[in-house]
């Protein structure tokens, strides 16, 4: 892929934010100026909302996304397409349901919202993703993935307890190549409810980043929606991260639309789902404590959604793969059996 992209991820990202900020809504945010940039607080200070956390959600996908929040009645798995493979599409989860959905899915969810970038400022740490990105692009997926650019405004997502520091801001906005007044920052902790939300609303860029990992011609995705459970917001961040890996590794769905042949299909899909993995089974929570905290000592396979659909919409073909663990994310979340 080219470092040309047709999209200009920073300039639809503000965009998206502008407009829910124009909407008057009430999403329990606080907008502050540090160092010149405009810190947008969804979940540290000011106490967030799924509300904030849908609009994090859509910057983090560079406007280019749909996100919704849908009422606990809704199915757990989408209606398949698949035929009547793995037939549970009858249950419904006790929980309200995060769906996403892009046309262009690799822009909106690995050259956006992945959050493969982590922060460390003298003693600040936080996750980065959303458009900025973009425009620093010092990430070796770039050279892969192609999106990078140099706007002249940019904005990211930070998931952290704390507001950026005055170093925070300085450091961000050189490798963005912006001053600090170009820059907005959204920021909230995984222990929020808009931090939560946001998290949860990664099914689908999970699954694309799988498919990266496999080494699978991106180009060949046209398109892709994903959902999982939001669990209830946890009480510290370490239960919260828990959690919300939960949800997508033992609870999500996700379908990608490609244009590829069954074979192909089939030598990647197997691969693709959090089964795959030696470790599949166990809580996250547990599985971050047997690697010391070090997200990268866990078995990268596991990081992959529950359930996935390889649809081609031109043939009609389609294969399902992986499976809902639905007590793994009821114990999860702290519910009673038959809760979730």
């Known amino acids: 892929m080219s470092d040309v992209s047709t999209h200009e991820?920073?300039?639809?990202?503000?965009?998206?934010l502008q407009a829910a900020l124009a909407a008057g809504d009430d999403l329990g945010i606080a907008i502050s100026h540090i160092a010149g940039a405009q810190v947008v607080d969804c979940g540290v200070e000011a106490p967030g909302s799924d509300a904030a956390g849908l609009l994090m959600a859509r910057v983090a996908m560079a406007g280019l996304g749909e996100v919704s929040l849908e009422p606990a009645e809704s199915p757990r798995l989408f209606p398949k397409p698949c035929g009547d493979q793995q037939g549970t599409d009858g249950d419904v989860w006790k929980r309200p349901v995060v769906s996403v959905a892009s046309r262009s899915p690799v822009a909106a969810c690995l050259a956006s919202q992945y959050a493969g970038w982590k922060v460390s400022v003298e003693g600040y740490h936080a996750m980065a993703s959303g458009p900025i990105r973009a425009s620093i692009g010092k990430e070796s997926l770039f050279d892969q993935i192609g999106f990078r650019e140099r706007p002249a405004v940019v904005i990211g997502l930070l998931e952290a307890a704390a507001l950026p520091t005055p170093a925070v801001i300085q450091s961000l906005a050189e490798a963005a190549g912006v001053s600090p007044e170009q820059m907005t920052l959204l920021v909230a902790p995984t222990a929020s409810p808009a931090g939560t939300l946001q998290v949860v609303a990664r099914s689908l860029e999970t699954a694309l980043h799988k498919l990266e990992t496999l080494s699978f011609d991106l180009a060949l995705v046209t398109g892709g929606r994903g959902r999982?459970?939001?669990?209830?917001?946890?009480?510290?961040?370490?239960?919260?991260?828990?959690?919300?890996?939960?949800?997508i590794l033992y609870g999500s769905h996700v379908i990608l639309e490609v244009t590829a042949d069954e074979p192909l299909l089939d030598a990647v899909g197997a691969a693709m789902t959090s089964s795959a993995s030696p470790d599949h089974g166990k809580a996250f929570a547990a599985l971050f404590e047997e690697a010391?905290?070090?997200?990268?000592?866990?078995?990268?396979a596991i990081f992959a959604p529950a359930v996935v659909d390889l649809f081609n919409a031109s043939t009609g073909d389609c294969l399902r793969f992986g499976q809902i663990e639905a007590d793994i994310v009821r114990k999860s979340f702290g519910l009673e059996t038959g809760e979730a």
């Open 9 to 16: 991820l920073n300039a639809t990202a503000i965009a998206a």
């Open 228 to 247: 999982a459970p939001l669990p209830p917001v946890a009480d510290d961040d370490l239960t919260a991260i828990g959690r919300t890996n939960d949800a």
């Open 292 to 300: 010391g905290g070090d997200f990268y000592a866990i078995d990268p």
